[in-house]
Each structure stands twice: as structure tokens, then as C-alpha cells.
């Protein structure tokens, strides 16, 4: 398996047809596969040799895919930087797997200064964006024009294809080790898994350093189907995209109910939207109806999985989400696994648990990744017995549908008690007033731990802490109720869309010998 297979396939059988398509650029699969050609040949000038990583700081671009395929086209491994992160962050990751070239764009040439003081690996820059290259960088469209191209490598199998940093996390980011087959296996499961209802164009506008955003683009070359890409998140650039012809687009929950709650939604005709795939974190089942009620003639496909599973074990397809008697229960799973994918259920001390038992999910199969760069203490801990051990908590019911209750970490401990906290979640979701909630333990003299809750309630509603706990009441246990509320006007949230539940646990925790983040 490698991942170039998919360009020497559409520029024989679809050379005429668009590969990409960003803004007024375009690009046949035959022009997209001579420009990843050249680049290979760029960066192998510049001093790429196989297996080198080589970054890319940007928002999505066309020249961003150019990027992965040119990478690998060239025989070495992508290391996609995380936009959020400071400058000091870019820094550790490119020295940690020791990345000497660095591609960046307009939004992030202002950082190269300080990333050249703080980074002891990198060398070059190659400046990719519209505008002029800074001192000290390479023009990007220079060095293709001078460049010739050059025969695929084809580093494939084991082969490593691409460092991707986990962020959102305690402690230093880990790079996640992620090969060929990780990468190509998953995309042809995910493919297999998703039907499509006809030929397809896909909105590709998570970001693209982000596992989501760069396996929806793989998929798309795997599919031969067109790709619209968005620099960022925009609800009338992702309508205006799917009135103007785009059949698919992959969003995260926080990204579904911005486009659907925008003021100028019924402004646009999203009726040809036949595929919204979703994932990267839980959704409530509110937003979920909302969502399907706004793209009647949409099927829903979830998504569950992690940087470490390259990205997907397990999906509920469409049919899941279909009415009828089960339909409840089924849009409350994760789906079931897919067809690459072991899954089981274990306890504290690695055995399986039995059916509907809680445990924590781990996973074995050709998309689970090599190991983290330069921590083995930390991969032989998550690669236990063969297996990846996901940190999420989760169950298998009797049909054989997984269920995700909530991460490991974010399992609060009240009294003797187990809270999940996604179940309260959901609950303080059902609340037309709330916009966006997050649900945590902090300090309590009394319980250890306490349910506390953070809102972010909609535009021009009123809620008092009384009645969001009098409301939880009438829904779940008493002692899975928050004991207290908190109301904010944003959550700390990733580039992916994820809640960073750790920044609002960190002011209750700090100076404690216990914590729970």
C-alpha cells in the first residue's frame, strides 16, 4: 500500500477531471500529479532524504495537499504543524522528530523569526503563500517553475508516512507515528464503510494538520472525486459551497450547529447535500435532530476513532440514523466497528469485560499506529498485548454496538460514584437556552469531586443555576446532577472543533498533589 497509488491511477484514468478545486484555483489530476511531481523533486533538492519529516504551517490550500502527496511522492513523511499552537510549541514538535524544512503560508510568515530562534532542527523555509517571501525563505511557485519532475519513490507498507502531534492534551504533545498502510487501509475501510448515493464532490474544510481534515483528503483521492477546499471554517463559504454544487463535507459537532443556528441558513439551498459525515467528538442528540431536520436530503454517518487509529475504527452509517423503534438507541452508539477493526472492552488489569460492561476501548488492526516518536515508555503503555488502548470508556451491547460514555480521564468520581460526563452533557443539552456546554470534575471538601458545569447559553437567553440542576434532576440520578453551574461566553475549543476540557479544569486543580486533568 502507498499513498501516491491514488494520483498515478486518476491522471491514466481521469486526467481531464478536477482533483482540486480552491477558489478560482484548479487543477486536473493530470496537472495535480505533474505539480506533486516537481515538488518531490524541490524538496529532494533541498535535502530531503527517505523518511525525513518535512512540515507545513498553514491554512488549507491547495498547496497544502501538493504538500502530502509531494512529501511522500519524494519518500518522506509529513509532519503537519498545528496552526493554534505558539511559536515555542511549533518549535518543540519540529525539533522533536527533527523537521529541517518547513513549508508556511502568509498567515504564519510572521512567525519564521521566532520559530528560527527557538527551533535548533529547522533549516529552510519555503514560503507558500500569495504575497512576497520574508528574508531568510524560499519562494515556493520559484522553485517549481526551475523544477523537473521525478519518479514516485513509492515508499509504501511499514513505511513511515507522517508524525501527526496530538494537542489538547496534559503534558508535551505526542507524535503519532503513522505508516502507509495506517493511512491507506483506514481511507479504503472508511471508503467501503460510506456509501455513496452517486458521484460525489466534497467540501474538505477541517484542518488539514488535523488526522480528520488530511483523511478526508486522502479519501477523496482514493474515491477519484472532486475536492473543494476552504481555507477555515466559514458557515456562508460551506453554504455557498454546497448551493454551488458540493455533495459531501465532513464537519465536527461545534461546526454543525454554527451552520445550522447561522442567521443567513435559509438563505441558501443545502438540498443538495446528500453525505454530512461527522466525528472527532461527541454529539447531543438535539443538535443531531436539528442538524438532519436542516439537510432533509442528507445521510448522517458518524465517525468514531483517534490520531492514533489513523483516524477510524468504528462508524454508524446512514441507515442507523434512519426513523424507527431503534433509532434512539442506535444514534446513542458509536456504530460498530469497522471492517479492518478488533475492538473489545477491557478492565483496569487488561481483561475483557463482559457485554454492556463498561471498560476502556481498545482496538487492534492494520490502522493502528506505530508508536509515539521518541517515547517508548508511552507506547508500550497504550500498545498493550497488541492492542490500542484509547483512554475512552465505552461498552458493547448485544447486537454488537459500541458506546462511547466519555473519555477516561473526564470520568468524575463523586461519592463513590462514577459520572460519566457526557451523560450529563446531554441532558443540560435538552435546555433550548444553552448553546454550547462542558461538564467537569473539580475539588470538594465533602465529595472529593464535584459535578460542575460550564455554559455557554444562546444569544438573548436567560438561565438561572437553579433551574439548570432542577432540570438535570428530572432526567438522570441525582448524584450525577451538577452540584454547581457556571456560565461563560465561549468554551476554550481546538483548530479541530474539540473542547479542551483540560483549561477548564486547570484553575481548580492547580497546586493540588491530586489531580484529575
Request: charged residues 20%.
Amino acid at each position: 500500500m502507498y499513498l501516491t497509488q491514488p494520483l498515478h491511477k486518476g491522471r491514466r484514468e481521469l486526467p481531464d477531471v478536477d482533483a482540486i478545486v480552491f477558489g478560482e484555483e484548479r487543477a486536473t489530476y493530470a496537472q495535480f500529479s505533474d505539480r506533486v511531481s516537481r515538488l518531490a523533486g524541490v524538496l529532494r533538492k533541498l535535502g530531503m532524504q527517505p523518511g525525513d519529516r518535512v512540515g507545513m504551517l498553514s491554512l488549507n490550500s491547495m498547496k497544502y495537499v501538493e504538500y502530502f502527496y509531494g512529501v511522500w511522492w519524494g519518500g518522506g513523511a509529513i509532519n503537519a504543524v498545528n496552526i493554534r499552537w505558539s511559536a515555542k510549541e511549533v518549535a518543540y514538535s519540529l525539533d522533536d522528530c527533527d523537521t529541517r524544512i518547513l513549508l508556511v503560508d502568509d498567515a504564519f510568515a510572521p512567525m519564521v523569526p521566532m520559530l528560527r530562534k527557538e527551533s535548533k532542527s529547522l533549516q529552510t523555509v519555503v514560503f507558500c503563500g500569495r504575497g512576497e517571501p520574508g528574508p531568510d525563505m524560499l519562494s515556493y511557485e520559484a522553485l517549481m517553475a526551475d523544477a523537473e519532475p521525478v519518479e514516485d519513490l513509492r515508499r509504501h507498507g511499514d513505511d513511515l508516512a507522517a508524525v501527526m502531534y496530538t494537542g489538547g492534551t496534559t503534558g508535551m504533545p505526542k507524535g503519532v507515528m503513522l505508516s502507509h498502510t495506517n493511512l491507506f487501509a483506514n481511507g479504503l475501510s472508511a471508503i467501503g464503510t460510506v456509501p455513496r448515493k452517486g458521484p460525489s464532490r466534497a467540501i474538505v474544510v477541517t484542518p488539514m494538520f488535523h488526522v480528520a481534515g488530511c483523511g478526508l483528503a486522502l479519501q477523496c483521492m482514493l474515491r477519484q472525486t472532486t475536492q473543494v477546499i476552504l481555507p477555515m471554517f466559514d458557515e456562508v463559504a460551506i453554504l455557498q459551497a454546497i448551493q454551488d454544487g458540493c455533495t459531501d463535507v465532513f464537519l465536527v459537532p461545534t461546526m454543525i450547529k454554527r451552520l445550522v443556528d447561522h442567521p443567513r441558513f435559509k438563505e441558501f439551498d443545502v438540498s443538495g447535500l446528500t453525505m454530512l459525515l461527522y466525528g472527532a467528538a461527541p454529539i447531543d442528540a438535539a443538535l443531531l435532530e436539528h442538524a438532519m431536520k436542516a439537510f432533509p436530503n442528507a445521510d448522517f454517518c458518524q465517525a468514531y476513532g483517534m490520531t492514533e487509529l489513523s483516524p477510524t475504527i468504528a462508524v454508524l452509517p446512514p441507515a442507523s440514523h434512519e426513523p424507527g423503534p431503534q433509532q434512539a438507541r442506535l444514534l446513542r452508539s458509536a456504530g460498530r466497528p469497522v471492517m479492518i477493526a478488533e475492538v473489545r472492552i477491557v478492565d483496569a488489569d487488561d481483561n475483557e469485560v463482559p457485554v454492556g460492561s463498561v471498560g476502556e476501548i481498545a482496538a487492534r488492526g492494520p490502522m493502528v499506529m506505530q508508536g509515539y516518536w521518541n517515547k517508548p515508555e508511552e507506547t508500550a503503555s497504550a500498545l498493550r498485548n497488541g492492542w490500542m488502548h484509547t483512554g475512552d470508556m465505552g461498552y458493547v451491547d448485544s447486537d454488537g454496538l459500541l458506546y462511547v460514555v466519555d473519555r477516561k480521564k473526564d470520568m468524575i468520581v463523586t461519592g463513590g460514584e462514577n459520572v460519566y460526563s457526557a451523560e450529563v452533557e446531554n441532558a443540560i443539552s435538552k435546555l433550548e437556552q444553552v448553546a454550547l456546554c462542558a461538564v467537569i470534575g473539580v475539588p470538594d471538601e465533602k465529595w472529593g469531586e464535584r459535578v460542575h458545569a460550564v455554559l455557554v447559553l444562546s444569544p438573548g437567553a436567560e438561565l438561572e443555576a437553579e433551574a439548570v440542576i432542577a432540570h438535570c434532576r428530572e432526567l438522570i440520578a441525582g448524584y450525577k446532577c451538577p452540584r454547581s453551574v457556571e456560565f461563560r461566553s465561549e468554551l476554550p475549543l481546538s483548530a479541530a472543533g474539540k473542547l479542551q476540557k483540560f483549561q477548564l479544569r486547570e484553575p481548580y486543580w492547580a497546586g493540588r498533589d491530586r489531580r484529575v486533568a
